[in-house]
């Protein structure tokens, strides 16, 4: 890759951002369809300034990870209004009309669940349970929804689980109880099963029967134990890259106007998880 004057630059802002697959995913995308682009980590403790650097440093675009979701909001210029509901936005995309920059804020992390599962099934009329009720949970929610599947929440605490659920208008339900009504979509958005505690699963095999696609957000491990007992059931298991693939297809169509290179992306998060 060569960088010269005309170089587009794209970055991550975070703190940490050192963990990110963004920056290899984005790079070989680029690289793959001889874009003069480059993506680089964004590391920052001052959101306010960072934000605001964009404009000033002629930065093209910016994934916005943990903790800065929701502050970076009320720092943008204009916010599309799903991600405006969802309260979270994880792309920018800085607008430049004669001399004035404009900030754009947007969400692909529902676009990213909600097409993982399109790859193998409809989601509209499709019935989904959401294990979890914290940030992811509720992106994922919000996705679903506006695809037109019908949710149901399950969550270790009954409080937050029942307020995401009130915010979604859909029902809740304990971890330990099979969902209120049949459902074939299963997704994990806990943290559970995450290394070291691998051998962990966010419920019991018991209760898998009858759902026929179960997504994993969680990707360390690739094949977590809910993945293994699923497969051993015979269901669709999607694994945790998914998400975060789709989510930064997403992003890579909004800030080049090109169709994502996805094989290529989808090898650049495998290799590094394998490395
Ligand atoms: P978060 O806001 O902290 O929420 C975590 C959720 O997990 C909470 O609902 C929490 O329940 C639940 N939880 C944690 N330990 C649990 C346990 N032992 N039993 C039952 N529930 C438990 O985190 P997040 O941002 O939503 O992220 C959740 C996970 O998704 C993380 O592992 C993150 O790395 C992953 N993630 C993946 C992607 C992707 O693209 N693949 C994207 C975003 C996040 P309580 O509320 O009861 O504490």
Redesign the pocket.
Known sequence: MVINGRTKVYGIIGNPVTHSLSPLMHNRAFAACKENRVYIPLPTADLHAAVEGLKAMHIDGASVTIPFKQQVIDLLDEVDPVAARIGAVNTVLVKRERNEARLFGTNT?WL?SNRAILDHMELHGSRAVIL??????RGIGFGLLEAGATVEIK???QA?GRLLAKQLDCGWSP?DEPPEQETTILIN????G?EPDSKAS?IEQRLLDGYRVIMD???APLQTQLLKDGATRGCICIN?LE??LY?GVAQFELWTGLEAPVEVMRQAMLDAVAS
């Not at 979890?132 to 949970?137: D, H, I, L, P, S």
């Not at 958005?189 to 559970?192: F, Y």
């Open positions: 992390d990213g979890g009720a914290g940030g992811a949970a969550s270790r605490s937050k971890l958005a806990t943290s559970v995450m966010p957000i969680v990707y945790g998400m975060l989510q």
